[in-house]
């Protein structure tokens, strides 16, 4: 009979791996020794609590200790401790995540591709992956996919996060933290009865820091800003009732805000023509080589409110539980910045950008090679997010509003036969708008549409609003077939119906004369659009049993993501200005498909040594239809954000995971995880087959080690390290092939573009934390950061027929204090 548990599975170089990795990540819930071995680890992936060792799938598990020694807060952190998942996030604007888990990731504009589950309650909107959630007590990653359990969007698998619950007794905890680039954090969080059937749970989260970049732009608005600042506060409320003795109540309120910089990036140039040409190796330079030079004119900024209430219900009754919760969530962000229209003259003719060349040009300033500015703007080389007005300005919005509730009803686990079936729905309106401005040298407003007589008249302008409903029947079925024999199987059923309009006003670009909406048909309107996607999801499991401490599992499950649209008229834009002209064979259009996979998955998981070692292997394959992929292009009109399919991608991988209590006081652990993949079919950009699956590393490594030196019978001295070595990653389709861009229709013979020195490189962090601390009391905590001061390029957004890519850099060393005090 189960006790329900698993952990994750990574059977990478294993003859390599198991010897020496201790990684933070997968069971990091082990990190906390007790005499006799590693502590029992209960998780609920599969929405019921079991045990880690008997979860037939992979799970990476980070406990209330763990993230208190590693001062893990959110969901970044935890993606950086966990094997074969890697993270993308802010580097565009707040709320812009990408998590990649074996060789799936996310695409910007659609969908999760996993889900964000919080105490139980499934959350949807993307922009809250990264966000404070509460006071976490455990976190656990399940990889592979999960539509079964989580439905829609857990294509890739899940990320499942449990707060911090009422106690019986008044407790806090309060904790401030300082360090470089003026990083300042503080959090405080309370908790205590209110009656004999009433508790509370009060916190709050302050973050804010300068950053890590400057602009040297030569405006005087500008100069000295950093790029990369942050400040953002978050508050949260949690009442839970249990009115009866099978009832319980819980009752949750969290409110954000998030002010700072967004678009941190830098064009680098894949142009080996210009670069022969004109004698300049820049027009051709490796991502890895760039050295970040930060120049616009606008100060960027970026805004985020978010407003959630939630209400779960728990009854307990003789031979089952029901479970029903509701959740309301808003979430509103928009961000301004320079754009990238002085490549392509858009602005060229205006007043203020012919001004404002000249007087840049006079006092002596120089651009970064290889852009070259002289007075006329029109003999100049630009690129984007430049010091003149001749870029433009950049607006982005993205407002949702979204209304779920579930109802699930469960058998109480205590026969040979288990069961669960439940109903989902959920109810979105999601509204966006992208525009281009231009830039009349007195600022920027931070609205979608300015009128040509505004300070920032709009030159061009996207804007859709979505409406979806979903609705879902799932259930379940677990079977002893014997004492070491189990079989489990799930089945969900999605449906979504998606509509989507446009908003954009029907009016000319003052700049060019032409309608703000490069994709508007000759008829003058974009007629509305709607589809209906629906998948059924399975998952089978089969676990057995080896002995009392070995546990192996076979499993197959399918991932389903609706498909949806992108901003009307972006298929006839792609036409007139790529396909036409350049014959680059694009097969994108307003409307994109649904992304369905199929996953296999082998695994075994134990302990060795009486208890003090766990192991954990797994193998996995994965084949992909459809993959739904974010592509940018930028060009004489303007800019457009759209999402593809990559019709076949299969994926294959193994992860293997260590962890070992050496001494009661001392010990380590570590995790590999190598994946190989290969894109079968690629209509949407012929000639990009047997190429990788974008955003996915070649491996992941971690090793750790953690000693607490007890000191008398109320003190410790903790010391903690985590090194992490991330693959070579590619960020696009387009890897080692060479693209006609739109230059070598002026330049015939030296416009094609190398993307060969887009691929980033491996890199490594070593992240170190001291810890002196009184139980139950005060601590006192240093750490440090990347402290080997790894040059890290955290994204790359090649820009395929611009001729290069925005490249994003990461976070650089830091080192701090944080003082905490717990009662």
Known sequence: MRTHNRTSVLGLAVATAIPLLSNASVSQAQTGVSRGGLEEVIVSARRVEETLQEVPASVSVLTEDAL???????????????????????????????????????????????????????????????????????????????????????????VILTTRKPGEEFSGDVAVKA???????????????????????????????????????????????????????TLGARLVFTPTDTLELDVKARYSEYEGSALTFNPVFSLPGFAAALGDPLFDEDVNDHNYDFIGNIKPENTQETTEFSVKGTWDLDDYTVTAWGLYSDVEQAWIADSTAASFYRFELQPSCRQTAVEIF????????????????????????????????????????????EVRIASDYDGPLNWSAGAYYLNLERETSVSIAEDQGQGAILQPYNPPESINPTSLMFADRFDTDVYAVF???????????????????????????????????????????????????????????SKWQPRVSL???????????????????????????????LEENYNIPLGSGLDITDEYGEETSSAFELGAKGTLADGLVTLDIAAYYTEVDDMQFFEFFTGSFGLL??????????????????NAALTD?????????????????????????????????????????????????????????????????????????????????FYPGLGFADYSKSERDAYDTLDLRIMLAAHDSWRITAYGTNVLDEDI???????????????????????????????
Not at 139 to 146: D, N
Not at 808 to 820: D, H, K, M, N
Request: glycine share 12%; aromatic share 10%; proline share 6%.
């Open 179 to 233: 360090g470089q680039q003026n990083h300042l954090g503080v959090t405080a969080v309370i908790d205590g009865p209110l009656s004999d059937n009433a508790g509370f749970v009060l916190y709050g989260d302050h973050y804010e820091s300068d950053g890590y970049y400057r602009n040297r732009s030569p405006v005087p608005t500008a100069r000295g800003n950093t790029v990369d600042a942050r400040d953002n506060d």
């Open 68 to 158: 208190r020694r590693t001062g893990v807060t959110s969901v970044e952190g935890v993606v950086g401790l966990t094997p074969g998942v890697t993270i993308v996030t802010n580097s565009t604007e707040v709320g812009d995540t990408q998590i990649n888990i074996r060789g799936i990731n996310g695409a910007r504009d659609a969908e999760n591709n996993v889900a964000l589950v919080v105490d139980g309650i499934l959350k949807t909107n993307t922009a809250q992956i990264a966000q404070i959630h509460g006071s976490l007590v455990q976190t656990e990653v399940m990889k592979g996919p999960q539509g079964a359990y989580y439905g829609r969007n857990a294509a890739a698998g899940a």
């Open 793 to 823: 390029v955290a994204e790359v957004i090649p820009a395929v027929e611009f001729g290069g890519s925005f490249v994003s850099p990461g976070a650089r060393r830091t080192f701090g204090v944080e003082l905490g005090y717990q009662f």
């Open 665 to 745: 006081n001392f010990s380590v652990f570590g995790s590999a995880a190598v994946n190989d993949s290969e894109i079968i079919d690629n209509s949407a950009r012929p000639g990009t087959e047997g190429n990788k699956s974008p955003y996915t590393a070649d491996y992941t490594f971690n090793v750790g080690a953690q000693y607490i030196l007890p000191l008398g019978d109320d003190m410790e001295l903790s010391l903690r390290a985590d090194w992490r070595v991330t693959g070579p990653t590619w960020f696009h389709t387009v890897q080692e092939n060479e693209i006609r861009t739109s230059f070598d229709l």
């Open 362 to 405: 006079n006092s002596g300033y120089l651009l970064p090679s290889p852009q070259v500015l002289l007075p006329d703007p029109f003999s100049s080389v630009y690129g984007p997010f430049g010091p003149t007005t001749c870029d433009g300005t950049q607006y982005q919005a993205r407002a949702q509003e979204d209304l779920s509730a």
């Open 543 to 573: 676990n057995y049993m080896l002995s009392d401490t070995w546990n192996t599992y076979a499993s197959w499950g399918v991932g389903f993501k609706a498909g949806g649209f992108n901003n009307q008229g972006s298929r006839q834009i």
């Open 475 to 533: 259930g379940s079925l677990d079977y002893d077939i014997s004492e070491r024999l189990d079989l489990s199987f799930a089945l969900r059923y999605d449906r979504e119906e998606r509509e989507v309009s446009s908003r954009v006003p029907n009016v000319l670009d003052p700049a060019t004369g032409a309608p703000i909406n490069p994709g508007l048909p000759a008829e003058g309107t974009i007629p509305d659009a709607g589809n209906t996607y």
């Open 641 to 658: 954000r759209v999402v593809s399919n990559i019709d076949k991608v299969e994926i294959y991988g193994v992860e293997t995971t260590i």
